[in-house]
C-alpha cells in the first residue's frame, strides 16, 4: 500500500504542491485521529484541517515561527488563550485550530461554500480584520469576491502602499495570503486524492482473494 501511495503522490506531482512522502507516512498517522475528532466536533472537513495544519508547521508539534506563533496549527499566544487552550499540546493545538477555523468559516456565511472557505484560510493566514479590508475595498469597486481570480487580486492589494494606505488596518503580506490558500488547497486536494484511493483499495480487498482459497 505505501508503494501505491509513494506512485499516486508522483504522479500527482505534475499537478499541485507536494506533501512529502515521508511525512504521510511517519507524522500524519500520529495525529489524524485527532483532525477527525475536532473536525467532527467543529463541522469541519478533517483533511481541511490536516492542510492547514502542513501548511502551518509541516506536522511539527515543535514547530515555531520568528513571529511566536506555536505548535502544530501554529496559534499566536493571544489566539490560544482566546480559546483556553494549550498550544503546545497537540491535542489541544488541533481543537482550538478547528474552532477557531470553524468560527472564521461562519464569519463568512454569506459567500458560497468555496469562497467561504478560501475568505476563512485567507484569514487564519494575514487575520480577519485585514480580510475585512479586502471585502470593503472589493465592495466599493463592485468587485464579486466569489471568483478566485478577483479574491487573489485583493488580496495582493494588502501590500501596495497605494490601497493599503487608504485601509482601515493597514499593511499585510497580501502575497503571503494568496500563497497560503493556494498551499493548503493543493494539500486539501492531494488528501482527498490518497482518502480516495484507500477507500478503493478497502473495497476491492475481499474481490482480489483467490477463488482457490
Known sequence: LTEQIDEDLRSYKDQTGMIEFSDMITKL?????????????????????????????????????PTGVRGLMMLTKNTADMLKV??????????????????????????????????ALASYNAGPNHISDVI??????????????????????????????KMKYGY???????QYVENVKQYYDILTFLE???????????????NTL
Open 172 to 178: 499585510a503580506r497580501g502575497w503571503e495570503a494568496v
Open 29 to 65: 498517522p500520529t495525529y489524524e485521529d485527532l483532525f477527525k475528532e475536532a473536525g467532527e466536533s467543529y463541522n469541519v472537513d478533517w483533511k481541511l484541517l490536516a492542510a492547514i495544519s502542513y501548511q502551518e508547521s509541516k506536522w511539527d508539534n515543535d514547530a515555531i515561527s
Open 86 to 119: 494549550d498550544r503546545l499540546e497537540p491535542t489541544e493545538s488541533i481543537s482550538g485550530g478547528a474552532k477557531y477555523f470553524s468560527s472564521l468559516l461562519k464569519k463568512y456565511s454569506t459567500f458560497s461554500h468555496s469562497s467561504k472557505v478560501n475568505l
Open 136 to 165: 470593503v475595498l472589493a465592495n466599493k469597486d463592485k468587485e464579486d469576491l466569489e471568483d478566485w481570480s478577483v479574491l487573489r487580486k485583493y488580496l495582493y492589494k494588502l501590500n501596495q502602499k497605494k490601497y493599503y494606505k
Open 196 to 210: 480516495a484511493k484507500d477507500e478503493k483499495f478497502e473495497n476491492n480487498l475481499f474481490d482480489e482473494v483467490p
